[in-house]
């Protein structure tokens, strides 16, 4: 599985646009990068997934360059209820099966 | 649609004792996933199910746990004897079809402190 390395904790004001880069160096060709998002006292919760390029959805979006190595999760024009983990997961389908891997995850703080 | 939902949201145990935990997924996901976070540590995957079956079982630490998932819709998580290592946030998590996407969905979490 690549390893994945991201911030420790970010800091931002509400309604900026907060990116988040992600480092993935060994990815492999048939990997996928995956974001989560996790308050406290709740479960991790799917915000995007990409392989290649750009991906958006109402949430977030996601820019993957060409060699893949490196991805940044895009959120624009953050609130205080933002504030959270985020967590950057690299992996691949393996005989049907997906498990998903977490790193340390980036500690995303939101101020007035 | 109702999420995924976890019984109970907290146990406190004591070293030596047993406890069960319940995750109900939902309706409809065959695949059904345990994960759990020690203390200061990072989520780690313990086991897949897909419908009844037990897809990978690689994450599971010891004979001490053991998860089952009767008629593929529920599935409990029992450890026997806890062991004061084993307190931490226990998630489940469900999917509904394998394919190119690692959404899955997770409950809230149930809170093992065993002292």
């Known amino acids: 599985l690549a390893k994945t390395t991201q911030p420790i904790s970010m800091d931002s004001y509400e309604g900026q646009e907060v990116n988040i880069t992600c480092s993935h160096n060994?990815?492999?060709?048939?990997?996928?990068i995956t974001w989560y998002q996790q308050f406290p006292s709740q479960g991790p919760r799917f915000i995007i997934q990409?392989?290649?390029t750009k991906v958006t959805n109402e949430v977030a979006s996601l820019f993957i360059p060409a060699d893949r190595k490196s991805s940044t999760l895009s959120l624009p024009r953050v609130s205080l209820s933002d504030t959270a983990v985020y967590y950057c997961?690299?992996?691949?389908?393996?005989?049907?099966?997906?498990?998903?891997?977490f790193g340390k995850g980036t500690m995303l703080l939101v101020s007035p | 649609e109702a999420g995924v939902t976890q019984f109970p949201s907290h146990s406190v145990i004591e070293k030596g004792q047993t406890v069960t935990l319940r995750c109900d997924p939902i309706?409809?996901?065959?695949?059904l996933y345990w994960y759990r976070r020690v203390m200061g540590k990072e989520i780690k995957f313990l086991l897949h199910?897909?419908?009844?079956?037990?897809?990978?079982e690689s994450g599971m630490p010891n004979n001490r746990f053991l998860a089952e998932r009767t008629g593929g819709t529920y599935s409990t998580l029992k450890v026997q004897p806890a062991e004061l290592e084993d307190s931490g946030v226990y998630f489940c998590?469900?999917?509904?079809?394998?394919?190119?996407?690692?959404?899955?969905?997770f409950g809230p979490g149930t809170r093992l402190t065993v002292t």
């Open positions: 998590a469900s999917s509904k079809v394998l394919g190119q996407t690692y959404e899955q969905y």
């Open positions: 990409g392989y290649k």
């Open positions: 997961l690299v992996g691949g389908m393996n005989s049907g099966y997906s498990t998903l891997t």
């Open positions: 309706s409809g996901h065959d695949n």
């Open positions: 199910f897909v419908k009844e079956s037990k897809q990978d």
């Open positions: 060994n990815i492999a060709t048939n990997d996928y």
